[in-house]
């Protein structure tokens, strides 16, 4: 998860599980056809040609701003 507009040799990653618990934290979004939950908890920057493969998708504006306000409650991160 990160704006195009930050060119940078790290990007910001939020894993996501389709068998995670439900938490205020955790919203939903979906990734192709499939729902899953993003894990703020375990948000980390990275170094992209040695962590992913090709893009997978983008978030929708209402799922970039669901993000935004889930990393706002994750417990210890701010």
Do not use: N, Y
């Not at 939020?14 to 919203?27: E, M």
């Amino acid at each position: 998860m990160q704006s195009d507009a930050l060119l940078t040799s790290t990007l910001i990653a939020v894993p996501t599980s389709a068998s995670a618990q439900q938490a205020a934290h955790r919203p939903e979004i979906r990734i192709g056809k499939q729902r899953t939950r993003v894990l703020v908890e375990q948000v980390q920057a990275v170094d992209p040609e040695k962590r992913f493969g090709p893009r997978v998708g983008r978030l929708s504006p209402q799922e970039e701003d669901e993000l935004a306000e889930a990393l706002r409650r994750a417990p210890g991160l701010f």
